[in-house]
């Protein structure tokens, strides 16, 4: 399993808790990042997600290096989908397993951080009377 992944197919949380789940581990945190329907009192109706596969990828690897590096005992496992995302289906899942619960948290919100920073994927969101690219990346190449 490449655990590492950005993906046009529907994400299921079971596969990456399975890669970080271990013997050795006491805490296991699951990130699903949800398609909502309202947003500072716009309704959603679809959002579209597009990135620049290998260099997503090659950056989500990275991050999870940079986990494991400053939280040793960590694995993790980072995916995010592409396409065209409906209302309540899961754009983003992190997974992270560590010996304490505490590490889990902290490496789990550190990668989304990240991701939101760093990683060549944007947004769309379509809404009811128009549509715009949004998020940290919205300056996406035309």
């Known amino acids: 399993m490449n655990p590492f992944e950005v993906t046009s197919e529907v994400l299921s949380p079971n596969r990456y808790l399975r890669y970080v789940t271990h013997a050795e581990v006491g805490a296991v945190t699951l990130f699903s990042g949800i398609v909502r329907e309202w947003t500072n009192g716009m309704r959603t109706l679809f959002l579209e997600y597009e990135a620049y596969v290998p260099m997503a990828e090659k950056i989500l690897a990275e991050i999870g290096a940079d986990i494991q590096r400053k939280w040793p005992g960590t694995r993790i496992a980072i995916a995010h989908r592409i396409g065209r995302l409906q209302i309540s289906e899961t754009?983003?899942?992190?997974?992270?397993?560590?010996p304490h619960r505490q590490i889990a948290y902290k490496a789990n919100e550190f990668a989304i951080e990240q991701i939101k920073k760093h990683v060549p994927i944007w947004k769309k969101e379509i809404w009811?009377?128009?549509?715009?690219?949004v998020g940290e990346q919205s300056n996406k190449p035309l």
Do not use: C, N, P, R
């Open 128 to 133: 009811e009377d128009g549509e715009k690219w």
């Open 91 to 98: 754009a983003v899942i992190i997974a992270v397993s560590s």
